[in-house]
């Protein structure tokens, strides 16, 4: 590892996957109990919560159709809701730049009610710090967020078995490609729109639906679907094999992250679910998804079968298979 | 208001308080739940949660005898125990600036873990966001910490009642005092050091000894005491009556503040109780304080009269009385 803070440590893959689990966790010692999971699940007296915190730097601020303060809470109520959780409590830290247009902070605190109200949360506590013209850029957001575990099964990425089906909810990268197509001036953010949604609500259905059939879900974001998958392989000890003709990708998307020199694989969603379920409840997970229209595209894009423990492969539409590896780096800052 | 983010409203005065209560509260409208208090208190089905949140944005971050991962945890540690909650878990989120160094990182950590064993919280969800160069400024840092409320007596400032006392554990000012002469260049810094300290366990041994004798706490952070003291007045809408001469001050902190040309009464701690208890318990809870080294200075400053409400007033030696305001703005940034 280098000796300084790089870019890559906060791409979402392998380097900062070594800054977490080395570093951080290393560190912290017995005084750390997270997971690499979405959420903390926490043991109570008498019931258990899920907690999960995110920080958002995401630059530009506004976007197409988002701006930071939805991605702040939609990113921790999809959090919560993956874990299995019902989201309930929501805290909000701002830290703020000297001469940052307060006409601006409205809009942005507009947004962080409507999304507040269509997940059904309360924010419940805040905190707002400035710091001096020049040391932040803008805006930056903390949410962190508590939620209910009330089902009497718990999702766990460690409980994958051979024949699970991969499920895949929306477009890969298009949140990614639409931020960093205004970052660029490439002219695609008008075709490419972020797909930043809340989705507690499509969560539940799934699993009102599929109950304990659902395995895990995790919420498509840094690192983007080939990290997601990875983790799950590993958490399981499987393998997963993803058929490259059923990923979901916008042909506008595949030629802009062309013309970036990115991979669809590896960008951030911040709207966009990976499931595993049971292959008999996959018919009808599809079935819940579908009547959402946020998860409009979803459809079965891999399984779990039984080859080397924790790999992804990927068979592309000739029958070619190649390795779908851990990214370790990115150089894709502040996507989120 | 101004159309611009000022340094006054991040400084916890009157400005600060137009900003949450205004423009947040204002357009959160009713996803909007926290009140002025150091924690959120929620009722879940079975059980009674206090929630908080806090970011760090000290500078410098390493200071004489802690730095902002000690600072981190007892912020929230103590804004959950003024509360009366147990605490129990804490996120840990990260803003790096690009380029900062692993190796002071790494310490940060470390005191991240001491301060987390000192107040037996575990630390169960974290992120890590990196930021180009130029775009914060070395680190930033946001914990968010859950607690238990299990005693049967709610602490709330609406309750303060004639004849109650008040009472401060430290001396005022030093954390203030310690950050702003190491920025300036003053030299005071070695002889006035940081009071920042975890007192969930003292705030623990007053409830216990105490019980509902004790009307509210609060930790004196950003506003000084002279914030906190206005704060209670306001909320039970009685008088507050302060002996300037009974004020734990160094002498050093006084002259460090004339120098800088800052009031000491509005000056941050960040290991500072300010507390009301009933006049009958009010030696048992200095007895209980002064078991503690960290609060070997505590006292009683004051006391509950009956007057205009929602006013401070201080007398002085002399017996001349003059008010405490509630300060608009303090120009004061990044003490914590």
Same mark, same amino acid.
């Given at each position: 590892m280098t000796d300084k803070v790089v870019l890559d440590h906060g791409a979402g893959g392998g380097m900062s996957q070594e800054l977490i689990s080395g570093t951080i966790a290393g560190i912290l010692g017995d005084t750390y109990i997270g997971e690499m999971e979405d959420s903390a699940l926490l043991e109570l007296p008498s019931m258990r919560i899920a907690m999960t915190t995110d920080s958002f730097v995401v630059d530009p601020i506004f976007?197409?159709?988002?701006?930071?303060?939805?991605?702040a809470i939609a990113g921790t109520v999809n959090?919560?809701?993956?874990?299995?959780?019902?989201?309930?409590?929501?805290?909000?830290?701002?830290?703020?730049?000297?001469?940052?247009?307060l006409e601006d902070f409205r809009r942005i605190l507009r947004s962080v009610r409507d999304a507040a109200r269509v997940a059904d949360v309360k924010i419940v506590a805040g905190d707002t710090k400035v710091v001096r013209r020049g040391e932040a850029?803008?805006?930056?957001?903390?949410?962190?967020g508590v939620g209910?575990?009330?089902?009497?099964?718990?999702?766990?990425?460690?409980?994958?078995?051979?024949?699970?089906? %991969?499920?895949?909810?929306?477009?890969? +990268?298009?949140? !990614?490609?639409?931020? /960093?197509?205004?970052?660029?001036? *490439?002219?695609?953010?008008?075709r490419v729109h972020s797909d930043c949604a809340v989705l507690s609500h499509?969560?539940?259905?799934?699993?009102?639906?599929?109950?304990?059939?659902?395995?895990?879900?995790?919420d498509i974001t840094r690192g983007g679907l080939g990290t997601v998958v990875n983790e799950f392989a590993q958490a399981s000890a499987i393998t997963i094999e993803l058929d490259a003709s059923a990923l979901p990708i916008r042909p506008?998307?595949?030629?802009?992250?062309?013309?970036?020199?990115?991979?669809?694989?590896?960008?951030?969603?911040?709207?966009?679910?990976?499931?595993?379920?049971?292959?008999?409840?996959?018919?009808?997970?599809?079935?819940?998804?579908?009547?959402?229209?946020?998860?409009?595209?979803?459809?079965?894009?891999?399984?779990?079968?039984?080859?080397?423990?924790?790999? %992804?492969?990927?068979?592309?539409?000739? +029958?070619?298979? !190649?390795?779908?590896? /851990?990214?370790?780096?990115?150089? *894709?800052?502040?996507?989120?």
């Open positions: 976007f197409g159709n988002g701006d930071i303060g939805k991605i959090d919560l809701a993956v874990s299995g959780a019902r989201p309930l409590y929501l805290t909000l830290a701002v830290v703020l730049e000297e001469g940052f247009e850029d803008g805006i930056f957001l903390n949410t962190t209910m575990l009330e089902r009497p099964f718990t999702l766990s990425s460690r409980t994958l078995q051979t024949g699970d089906q %991969v499920i895949v909810t929306g477009f890969l +990268g298009d949140h !990614s490609i639409h931020i /960093l197509s205004m970052r660029e001036g *490439l002219g695609f953010e008008r499509v969560v539940a259905d799934v699993l009102d639906t599929c109950g304990d059939g659902v395995r895990c879900i995790r506008e998307t595949a030629m802009a992250a062309d013309m970036l020199g990115v991979d669809v694989m590896y960008l951030a969603n911040e709207g966009n679910l990976c499931l595993v379920v049971a292959a008999e409840q996959a018919e009808a997970a599809l079935k819940a998804l579908h009547a959402h229209p946020e998860c409009a595209q979803a459809a079965v894009v891999g399984q779990v079968v039984t080859a080397e423990a924790g790999t %992804v492969r990927m068979v592309d539409v000739d +029958g070619r298979v !190649s390795t779908v590896e /851990l990214l370790y780096g990115a150089q *894709l800052p502040r996507l989120c």
